[in-house]
Every structure is written in C-alpha cells, then in structure tokens.
C-alpha cells in the first residue's frame, strides 16, 4: 500500500500545475491582444538585473473611480475586473468598474485585484515587472504599452512591451 501512497498524493498535483501552464498557454496563443498604456518607470534593479517595473495609467484612473464611489457608498464594494474601451489600433482605456453588467460592443473585462484594506482602496493589475535580457534596457525605455493577450472573462496574461506606435519591442 505505501508503494502506492506517494503516486496517488503526487497525482493531483501534478494534474493541477499542467492543467495550469496549458490554460496559460492557451491563453498566450488564443487570446485577443490588446494594448495597455503604460506610465513612465525606471528599467534597472541591482539585485535583478535589468527589468522593467510597470504602472498602467488606466490603473491610475480606475482607482480614482473606485475610491468616487467607496466614497458615495458603502465600503463594502468588491471590483474584480475593469471593462474596457477599445479603440481600432486595440488600445485599451478605462471606461467604468465591473459590477456584472453587460458588456457593450468594443468592451472589454480586465481582471484586477482589489487591495481592499488600504487606505485609500487601491486596485492592482498584474504584473508588476517585464524582465528582459542584460543589455537590452535601451530598446525597452522607450517601451510606451504593455502588449497583453486576454480571455473574454478577464483572465490575461503580459506577452510583451510596445513602441508609441504600438509596435512589439524585439531584441
């Protein structure tokens, strides 16, 4: 019997962790692809080498809103996604939070993360950094949007940096 323990406790993980690098590859191949305008940060890290720390400015506008309404209302409001207008090019702008309403035509939902304890109630997109090859911090500086696939519930995943003109950055 204890021959058999450690295959059937190590099973269910291993079913977990593929079944999540197959959903974030599919993601990565099927997803829209959309571009989030990024704030300006400094590309450089001592203990990490060269890296990229992202803010996203409809991250700076959604908090307003968010913290407009936690004011108006209770505090008891939960945001999970943003929805978004997307322009022609695929450039994605903050249009309103999601509280599970409808999505319109040129909408698209943004999962976030609400950081309800602080003060003010902040949300927060994921990730946070792009790390990239030492020696490539000059071609990222100039990087104006994250490039960003995601599913039509939110679910999305960072796939690269942009130029002003929304082309990918390439080594």
Not at 29 to 41: S, W
Request: glycine share 6%; proline share 5%; net charge neutral.
């Amino acid at each position: 019997m204890r021959n058999f323990a450690i295959p059937l406790i190590l099973l269910p993980i291993l079913i977990f962790f593929n079944l999540s690098i197959f959903l974030k590859e599919d993601l990565r191949r099927n997803g829209d692809l959309i571009l989030i305008e990024l704030a300006p940060v400094d590309p450089r890290s001592l203990m990490q080498g060269d890296y990229m720390r992202l803010r996203y400015k409809l991250i700076e506008e959604a908090n307003k809103a968010l913290n407009a309404e936690v004011g108006e209302e209770s505090a008891d409001t939960q945001v999970t996604a943003l929805v978004l207008a997307l322009a022609q090019n695929k450039q994605a702008t903050f249009k309103r939070l999601h509280h599970g309403e409808a999505l319109g035509d040129g909408e698209q939902l943004l999962s976030v993360q609400h950081r309800r304890l602080a003060k003010p109630q902040r949300l927060k997109l994921t990730p946070t950094s792009f790390f990239f090859q030492e020696g490539h911090a000059s071609l990222y500086q100039e990087a104006r949007f994250g490039l960003m696939r995601v599913a039509a519930d939110g679910a999305h995943l960072l796939v690269g940096l942009a130029d002003d003109e929304g082309r990918p950055i390439t080594p």
